[in-house]
C-alpha cells in the first residue's frame, strides 16, 4: 500500500503496480510479475525482460506479458508458414525459443 493508504497501482489513484487488490477509494489494481534477481523464470519470460530491457525490481502487467508472447507466436508461425489454429512440435516450440532471444536486443542477462 501506498502511504496515502492506497494501492499504488489503483486504475482510480494511478500508482505504481502491486498486487491486484481493491482500493479503499474504489478503484480496482492488476495483477502482475515483478522482476526479482536470480530468479529462474521460463525462457519465454527471459526473452520478454530482454525485449523490454526490464531490471530487478521492475513489473510487468501479466496481460502485457501474454499479449506479446501471443504477438510472438503468430510472428514466428507466419514467418514459418505455420497455419495459426495448427499446434506445434516440440522441434517447433524450441525453434520459437530460440527465435524469440535471437530477435532480441543483444544484452547479457545479468538477472539470472
Not at 525462457?43 to 513489473?59: K, T
Request: hydrophobic letters at 30%; proline letters at 5%.
Amino acid at each position: 500500500m501506498a502511504e496515502s493508504g492506497y494501492w499504488d497501482d489503483c486504475s482510480v489513484c494511478r500508482g505504481g503496480r502491486k498486487k491486484i487488490k481493491e482500493c479503499p477509494c474504489g478503484g480496482t489494481s492488476y495483477e502482475f510479475y515483478q522482476i526479482i534477481e536470480n530468479k529462474e523464470y521460463q525462457p519465454y519470460f527471459q526473452a520478454y525482460i530482454l525485449h523490454h530491457d526490464l531490471q530487478v525490481g521492475d513489473g510487468v502487467p501479466n496481460h502485457d506479458y501474454m499479449i506479446w508472447n501471443q504477438r510472438k507466436w503468430r510472428t514466428f508461425k507466419r514467418i514459418n508458414d505455420i497455419p495459426d489454429d495448427c499446434p506445434v512440435s516440440d522441434e517447433e516450440e524450441k525453434q520459437f525459443e530460440n527465435w524469440l532471444f535471437s530477435t532480441a536486443p543483444v544484452k547479457q542477462l545479468n538477472l539470472f
